[in-house]
T-cell receptor, first 111, second 117 residues
Framework: DGGITQSPKYLFRKEGQNVTLSCEQN?????MYWYRQDPGQGLRLIYY???????QKGDIAEGYSVSREKKESFPLTVTSAQKNPTAFYLC??????????FGDGTRLSIL | AQSVAQPEDQVNVAEGNPLTVKCTYS??????LFWYVQYPNRGLQFLLK??????LVKGSYGFEAEFNKSQTSFHLKKPSALVSDSALYFC???????????????FGGGTRVLVKP
């Protein structure tokens, strides 16, 4: 079955540590997205990529970085510069004008 | 700029009664509208979309939504709610006039639906 796989499901970060969240899709979708979800605030766009080796900042990119070396993969790094990283992170992908398709998320917490 | 408002944080309804979740939007051009549902600790699942055509859109799990251009609304409805419909619902919009890179969506803050037996 095609879909988006996010791993790990739960992740803990120590102070000053960078952590990387994985997002892999086998849908052959061109575009991929990272969102942050906080209670009561809906989803906010962190980064997005329309094609391999290209990505753009979203609304809240500070403290995050991404790469898009392969069509299937769009990992997100939460750096130590992100002072409030505790949130639920969602990855999505899209092809053409179709709706975005979401993974099941990674919940990041601070130790 | 594009924006979405979901005025109700929570909607309570008895099982078997009609369910309505409200959404209003603001765009410069024509809207491309979506409804998604989220269950605890899961991603968003697509329910339905409107881009053009009939103002009443039918989607998954018996849900439908009515596009009203004059009121800039896209309310989600279900004639008879089930306990299993209890979840978090998100409305989203994209402005078709804006050739924004990435087909970015703007999401509402979400409405929690609680269906009581």
């Amino acid at each position: 079955d095609g879909g988006i796989t996010q791993s790990p499901k739960y992740l803990f970060r120590k102070e000053g540590q960078n952590v990387t969240l994985s997002c892999e899709q086998n849908l052959n979708h061109d575009a991929m997205y990272w969102y942050r979800q906080d209670p009561g605030q809906g989803l906010r766009l962190i980064y997005y990529s329309q094609i391999v080796n290209d990505f753009q900042k979203g609304d809240i990119a500070e403290g995050y970085s991404v790469s898009r070396e392969k069509k299937e993969s769009f990992p997100l790094t939460v750096t130590s510069a992100q002072k409030n990283p505790t949130a639920f992170y969602l990855c999505a992908s899209r092809i053409g004008n179709q709706p975005q398709h979401f993974g099941d998320g990674t919940r990041l917490s601070i130790l | 700029a594009q924006s979405v408002a979901q005025p109700e944080d929570q909607v309570n309804v008895a099982e078997g009664n009609p369910l309505t979740v409200k959404c209003t939007y603001s765009v410069s051009g024509n809207p491309y509208l979506f409804w998604y549902v989220q269950y605890p600790n899961r991603g968003l699942q697509f329910l339905l979309k409107y881009i053009t055509g009939d103002n009443l859109v039918k989607g998954s799990y018996g849900f439908e939504a009515e596009f009203n251009k004059s009121q800039t609304s896209f309310h989600l409805k279900k004639p008879s709610a089930l306990v299993s419909d209890s979840a978090l619902y998100f409305c989203a919009v994209r402005d078709l006039m804006i050739k924004a890179a990435g087909n970015k969506l703007t999401f509402g803050g979400g409405t929690r639906v609680l269906v009581k037996p």
